[in-house]
């Protein structure tokens, strides 16, 4: 059970209509904080929304914008001024993932490159570009970076989102040194291969290393097989909180002992 520590905190969480960022946004709502929804489906949101609010949880709106697009972007941050007030926690959670293109570098689609670097980098930045001064202002804020293993360590066929993992990190140190005399952390949660419905990467690694899915999913991890979303939110519910305070520019891994570091 969870302790209300985030009584009178508003969050938004991008990508929280499935996955990590639905496990994210019901674990803040349980925490106490009013919740902002955004992501590609405005079904699975609503469904989202209705399991937290059957609960007890709060959830001040949801709303669907493409936040490869700056216009999906700054339409997202006039919801949020005109609905929420303002935010006191951002999960900038919202991308596409490793799965995706599994090409190498020389046959690589310049299109999808760019479409993966606006979502999962240069969203990031403009979302904390127009609402951390907020936090700064109030004194209180925490960005929180949905990155990944890959942003430590790379993995081939998928330079896009290596690339773009490995910026996020860089990003939260940067902007981490830049907020923190005025109560803004930023960090960044890594997560390792995540159990979804539709995993086109574990299947093409099992096939380049000849083994069946099952036996590389038991040896992926020292303890075995692939996270749950689950697994992942409850940091980010923490790192969200007062006594976390004194953590910032930080880059953890969830992953099972995948990457010890």
Known sequence: MHTKWLTGRTALVTGASRGIG????????????????????EEALHE???????????????CSHDLAERD???????????????????VNNAGIGSREDLRPVVEFDPAFWDRTLALNLTAPFLLCRALVPGMVSRGFGRVIQVASIN????????AAYVTSKHGLIGFTRALAIEVAPHGVTVNAVCPGPVDVDDDRRIAFDAARAGVTVAELERRLTPMGGRLL?????????FLASDGARSITGQSINVDRGMVMS
């Open 22 to 41: 639905a496990a994210i946004a019901t674990s803040l709502a349980e925490a106490g904080a009013r919740v902002c929804l955004t992501g590609r489906s």
């Open 48 to 62: 989202v929304a209705t399991s937290i609010e059957a609960d007890g949880g709060e959830v001040a709106f949801t």
């Open 72 to 90: 999906g972007v700054n339409a997202l941050v006039d919801d949020v001024f005109e609905l929420a007030g303002h935010v006191d926690i951002l």
């Open 151 to 158: 942003g430590r360590v790379p993995s081939s066929h998928g």
């Open 229 to 237: 979303p689950s697994e992942i939110a409850p940091l980010t519910a």
